[in-house]
Nanobody
Framework: QLQASGGGSVQTGGSLRLSCGGSGFTLYDGPLGWFRQAPGKEREQVACISISDRSAYHEASLEGRFTISGDTAKNTVYLQMNSLEREDTAVYYC?????????????????WGQGTQVTVSS
């Protein structure tokens, strides 16, 4: 079971850190990723990390502002979001995938966590 947290309301230029943890898995079991869905838009992948492969993927347009990381001691994956823009407003979901493709991110998503709302306002 995946649980996402850390969302909230922030002004443009601000930062948030999302957390994804849970039970019944470890970070070594497979890749975990972050997706987001803005109102009226399709869900898109933001980032993915594979602790066992020591690799990560970031959506190109977000790289430099968003960073995914993992803490094996806490069995938690984080998404650090800096320089937030209004366009980053969305519900953010963490998910477990089967494998990580360096160009595409998490593939074969088989488990979703509940979303956490991120609202960026000017």
């Amino acid at each position: 079971q995946l649980q996402a947290s850390g969302g909230g309301s922030v002004q443009t230029g601000g930062s948030l850190r999302l957390s994804c943890g849970g039970s019944g898995f470890t970070l070594y079991d497979g890749p975990l990723g972050w997706f987001r869905q803005a109102p009226g838009k399709e869900r898109e992948q933001v980032a993915c990390i594979s602790i066992s492969d020591r690799s990560a993927y970031h959506e190109a347009s977000l790289e430099g502002r968003f960073t995914i990381s993992g803490d094996t001691a806490k069995n938690t994956v984080y998404l650090q979001m800096n320089s937030l823009e209004r366009e980053d407003t969305a519900v953010y979901y963490c998910a477990a995938g089967r494998f990580l493709d360096p160009a595409l991110g998490c593939l074969g998503v088989f488990r979703w966590g509940q979303g956490t709302q991120v609202t960026v306002s000017s």
